[in-house]
């Protein structure tokens, strides 16, 4: 099985850090509360120039012959990166990434795969952002030629797998080092722009090209230096998310535009955005006429990439890789980078594979753009809570299906919806605006709000001065830091049995044991399908002041009339109800809990028994058994639940005779490891 994903660009504002001193500390901070903002501002820069002189998708299988290649990588300001997670630097070269010795490459990693063509090499390949079962891009190239009965172009392709000596595109391996916590952009300048033929104008090959990212993996600074952290570090391959960006998705030459009509029925204009378009999504061994190579006419061969985030990920022996945006140029907007290719960098050593290829199946992919030149700008913003960021949060440990993000809108709205299983919201927590990582945890009526506390040290300033004059000066530090810098104190509640911790989550508030919820309901659970009823509101709320969403497994409005329907046998989901003010949008309460869809399940059979002197039996949540009612009549809520492991039970009694029963529904099973069956 494989998992797919896609990641992105947007556009932002131009940072610049307020209210630290020069050693990034923070200014004036009030003991209790005070601004948290940062002064880290990094700049990366990666150059690739390609010659090209005969290129083509289309109508032959010729390749993209390079005269030139450079490409370079640099950063600054105590920013770290290496081919090899061993030699860190401010510039890698080409030498650096192929690990040319002779040419002063500087890279010990013997195993690395990357590969840069070389001249008369490089053909165009296509892919739809689905990553394979080792962690990477999968691409395929391709091959038109005439069809040998009609004479109209067909396409075939064949897998180009991602290894070393490949040479029909680019793709290479970075380390990121750094001890806080920081956030990858990609700055607005960055560009793919075609060289001018003989006559001074572009042939448009640029604007079929793409780059993408694949975030390989994260590891901390004291597993990195442990025994075999280095070999783990470069065999991170977990392919956390992806990136796809299109820099040149609205330009088009005049050809291209007479092309993509003729070949396949497609009105454009230069300035054209094109939207989603058909990528290969697997080996196509038949030739296929290209007007049918498309998404619709050949689901299984292509496959759609959107403009958007689409969610479709599916299960894999690997992580669950969470879906993310393809994006296409940035526009004319005034910002200086943009906030949609966002790749979060965590404190320690992070993997990123770099891909720059050809689209074969992009509309300016043509014979006419041979003998052309490329030139690959890409500069990326590193920035984030710098010198005084805190540690990001530490979410393992929770239920990621029952415990959500927390965020407020402008209005001040909580707005809780999103599960720890899916993306962090943007703008879940920001230092810098003084906004903390908030959860909330809740299943079977119970709930908890916590906040993380990261990693700091204080000092108390003023401490000649009246109380009121006093302040702490707060210093968010790494976990790796153990002894505080000079008249500061770390707090003893960031050591936690000898182990050194990044941080912690605090109680926000004292929970009674006693509470009772907010909202409450009843969920019968019947053959693929849960049915929601008796939506408890509590008390002084007019339920016609409410709206309310129907959530399942981190996904909105799943329920129709109360019924989330057409579910797979055997299934676990989390079902999450939600009460909003109607006018206000104020979230008033929430209903959230864990169920299993039993396939099949068959209801107790009741007949043969005295209907007059047989009694269902329940059991109350403080373990007392009720069995009152007589199965003649409706049975109590929650008589039973396969999804929570109440089982039926019923008891008998007629002259001073008493037995008790418990329906065993049929059912199959499989011994699982450890000796535990699987029902």
């Known amino acids: 099985m494989k998992h797919r994903s896609r990641i992105a660009v947007k556009e932002n504002e131009s940072l610049k850090a307020k209210g630290t001193d020069s050693t990034g500390r923070l200014k004036n901070m009030p003991v209790k509360a005070g601004p948290f903002v940062f002064n880290l501002f990094l700049l990366l820069i990666l150059g690739a120039f390609l010659s090209l002189s005969t290129y083509a998708w289309i109508t032959s299988n010729r390749t993209v012959k390079l005269r030139t290649l450079d490409v370079g990588v640099e950063v600054s300001n105590g920013f770290q990166i290496s081919v090899d997670a061993v030699n860190w630097k401010a510039v890698v070269t080409p030498y650096d990434i192929l690990g040319d010795e002779q040419e002063g490459g500087m890279n010990t990693w013997a195993e690395h795969i990357n590969h840069i063509p070389s001249a008369d090499e490089m053909k165009p390949v296509s892919t739809i952002g689905e990553i394979d079962e080792d962690g990477f891009l999968e691409m395929f190239v391709g091959k038109v030629e005439a069809e040998q009965f009609t ?119 230069q300035f054209t955005r094109v939207m989603p378009y058909s990528g290969v ?139 720890l299983s899916k993306r962090a919201p943007r703008g879940w927590y920001n230092y810098e605006e003084k906004r903390w990582a908030n959860i909330v945890t809740r299943n079977n009526g119970k709930e908890a709000y916590f906040v993380w506390i990261p990693r700091y040290q204080y000092k108390i300033m003023n401490t000649d001065r009246p109380i009121d004059e006093q302040y702490a000066d707060v210093v968010f530090i790494p976990q790796e830091q153990i002894i505080a810098n000079e008249g500061y104190v770390i707090p003893e509640a960031f050591s936690f049995g000898g182990v050194q911790q990044a941080g912690y989550w605090m109680s926000k508030y004292e929970v009674s044991p006693d509470s009772v919820p907010v909202i409450d309901a009843e969920l019968i659970i019947e053959d693929n399908s849960i049915k929601v009823m008796n939506i408890d509101y509590g008390a002084g709320i007019n339920p016609s002041d409410l709206v309310i969403e129907y959530w399942l497994d981190g996904l909105p409005n799943l329920a129709v009339n109360g019924v989330y ?28 809990r864990e169920v299993l869809v039993v396939q099949g399940a068959n209801k107790p059979d009741l007949t043969g028994f005295n209907q007059n002197t047989t009694f269902y039996v329940t059991w109350d949540e403080y373990g007392n058994e009720h069995n009152e009612i007589p199965v003649n009549m409706a049975p109590p809520s929650g008589w039973y639940d396969y999804a929570d492991k109440k089982w039926a039970n019923i008891v008998t009694r007629n002259n001073g005779k008493e037995a008790y029963f418990v329906w065993i529904p049929k059912y199959e099973y499989k011994k699982m490891n450890r000796g535990i069956a699987s029902i």
């Not at 391996?173 to 560009?191: A, C, G, I, R």
């Not at 526009?331 to 992070?350: H, K």
């Not at 079902?575 to 109607?582: E, G, L, P, T």
Request: aromatic share 12%; glycine share 10%.
């Open 565 to 592: 329907a057409g579910l797979e046998g055997r299934s676990e989901h989390t079902v999450n109800i939600i009460a909003r003010n109607k006018y206000t949008d104020e979230f008033v309460g929430a209903f959230t």
């Open 281 to 419: 999504r697997d080996e196509i061994p038949t030739e296929t006429l290209l007007r049918n190579a498309n998404y619709i006419d050949r689901p299984l061969l292509f496959g759609e990439v959107p403009e958007e985030a689409v969610d479709t990920y599916i299960q894999s022996d690997k992580p669950i890789v969470e879906p993310g945006d393809y994006y296409r140029n940035f526009g004319n907007g005034s910002m200086l980078y943009d906030e949609d290719l966002e790749i979060e960098l965590r404190a320690g050593i992070t993997k990123i594979r770099v891909y720059i290829w050809i689209e074969g199946q992009d509309y300016d992919c043509q014979d006419f753009a041979s003998g052309t030149n490329l030139e690959f700008n890409l500069r990326f913003i590193i920035f984030g809570t710098g010198g005084i960021a805190g540690n990001p949060p530490d979410i393992t440990g929770f239920n990621e299906n029952t415990t959500f993000y927390v965020t407020y809108d402008a209005l001040g709205n909580e707005h809780n919806e999103t599960p």
């Open 151 to 269: 004479g109209l172009l067909a396409l075939t392709t064949e897998l180009s797998p991602d290894e070393k000596g490949n040479q029909d595109y680019i793709a290479f391996d970075l380390f990121f080092k750094t001890s806080y916590h920081v956030d990858l952009f990609l700055e607005k300048s960055s560009n793919v722009i075609g060289g001018p033929n003989a006559s001074g104008y572009t042939k448009g090959l640029e604007n079929a090209v793409r780059v993408g990212f694949v975030k390989q993996g994260h590891i901390s600074l004291n597993d990195y230096s442990n025994p075999g952290g280095l070999l783990a570090t470069r065999n991170l391959d977990r392919a956390e998310s992806v990136t796809i960006w299109e820099p040149n998705s609205n330009s088009h030459t005049a050809q291209a535009i007479n092309d993509a009509f003729n070949s396949y029925g497609a009105t454009i204009t």
